[in-house]
């Protein structure tokens, strides 16, 4: 495809997937819903619509491949620039033991409660549901797909919400972030139970205190003279410099085995957060190119993920896998917050965050599918799981802010009755 052909058809599919995203977002707001949620739905049911409508030969000529790999790395890039943004603003925890818990709650919990899951559908000895998996691959990989928290839906809501500097949505933000990265290192791990090696479990350790020490690195330069002298006199070209930074560590990343979503985090997390600095407004104008395209990542993840055939569900399977994913992350991330501390109402509200899957659990699903280790029948369950467990956040942010605004209302009421008498 020459290069101009193919720009214009980048730029078309560019243009469909934000009237998509557009559509979702207007849905989700007359659902009141999140915005995000709107986005997410739409780019999930576009591919298997367009697929039903046009059969897969014509959506392979609507879609081919380069176009396709073109605008993946455009909606990956907008992502990187999004999340350096929004992970800057989560500052750091004053009272390190506080986060330790909520990391701790919302990630063992639905640990044991993928582990207990897997450990059902061994005994019951269904192979149709099992597959091919051997069983410490499937007990490591159910273990992560039931705990991960999805990192760019999570950031998504907090920010269509107004909660990214609160207590809640700083908590829930980290622990994400930290639960994302252990996901994927045992998602790595059952890969290699899988094939009978556990090598690229080290590579991947290896790689993952690699970016550490690199992120730390880079953020002693950014503290220099002569980088804050520039980046006050050049906001643009450090803006330029830093965003560059965030695609190059996001796709080194996943070129080495681990999500780009780590990468960018950490180029977040290196950025410092001097208040009175040039930082914050170099890192809004990365944040602002960012939100303008990571719509784009939301739909074309889901007309990747959800272009395939659909099987007969296992009912038993699919309750199960819901009640036990809703169970280990609420419940989890409610005891986590309560055990540092945390008001009764905020830690209900850091376990509905947390319990946010998203397309990041999709993609995680799609990587079992490849390996071998789920089955269609039990890949359909985590993936109703997923969506089930991402669109139940919204409206149990807005039950709670009821509950809270009445729980403040009837003691008012009845001081003013007090008074009257």
Not at 16 to 25: E, F, K
Not at 329 to 353: D, F, Q, V
Request: net charge positive; aromatic share 4%; charged share 10%.
């Amino acid at each position: 495809m020459q290069v101009a052909a193919l720009a214009a058809h980048v730029a078309a599919v560019v243009a469909v997937i934000w009237l998509v995203a557009m559509g979702g977002r207007a849905l989700a707001r007359l659902l009141r819903q999140p915005e995000v949620i709107g986005e997410v739905l739409a780019g999930l049911l576009v591919g298997p619509v367009m697929l039903w409508l046009v059969g897969g030969r014509e959506m392979g000529q609507l879609l081919p491949g380069p176009v396709l790999g073109v605008v993946q790395q455009v909606s990956n890039a907008g992502l990187a620039l999004f999340l350096v943004s929004v992970v800057y603003h989560v500052p750091g925890e004053k009272r390190r033991h506080r986060m330790g818990w909520v990391v701790a709650g919302a990630l063992i919990p639905a640990l044991l409660c993928g582990i207990g899951l897997a450990g059902w559908l061994l005994l019951d000895g269904n192979t149709v549901v099992v597959g091919g998996a051997r069983p410490g691959a499937l007990v490591v990989f159910l273990a992560a797909g039931l705990a991960v928290t999805a990192v760019p839906v999570l950031a998504r809501i907090l920010t269509d919400k107004g909660l990214t500097d609160t207590v809640e949505g700083r908590l829930a933000l980290r622990a994400a972030i930290v639960i994302d990265s252990a996901g994927w290192l045992l998602a790595t791990v059952a890969i290699g139970l899988q094939s009978g090696t556990v090598a690229g479990v080290i590579h991947s350790v290896v790689v993952l205190v690699c970016g550490v020490l690199a992120a730390l690195v880079f953020r002693v330069l950014l503290r220099s003279a002569p980088a804050r002298a520039l980046s006050a006199r050049r906001q643009v070209v450090m803006a330029v410099l830093l965003g560059g930074l965030a695609l190059a560590s996001s796709a080194v990343m996943q070129q080495l085995g681990l999500t780009g979503i780590l990468g960018a985090a950490l180029v977040g997390l290196a950025v410092p957060t001097d208040g009175d600095g040039p930082w914050p407004a170099v890192v809004a104008k990365v944040g602002s190119v960012g939100r303008h395209l990571v719509p784009l990542f939301f739909v074309i993840t889901g007309v990747s993920v959800l272009t395939r055939g659909f099987v007969a569900p296992a009912w038993p399977v699919l309750v199960v896998a819901v009640l036990l994913g809703v169970l280990g992350k609420i419940g989890g991330g409610y005891l986590g917050a309560r055990l540092s501390g945390h008001t009764p109402m905020l830690a209900l509200r850091i376990g509905a965050l947390v319990n946010t899957r998203g397309l990041t659990e999709l993609v995680v699903l799609q990587v079992g599918v490849a390996s071998g280790i789920l089955s269609p029948p039990l890949f359909l369950a985590l993936l109703v799981m997923a969506l089930a467990t991402t669109a139940m956040t919204g409206p149990l942010l807005t039950l709670l802010d009821r509950w809270q605004a009445r729980a403040v209302t009837v003691p008012a009421a009845v001081e003013l009755g007090n008074d009257a008498r």
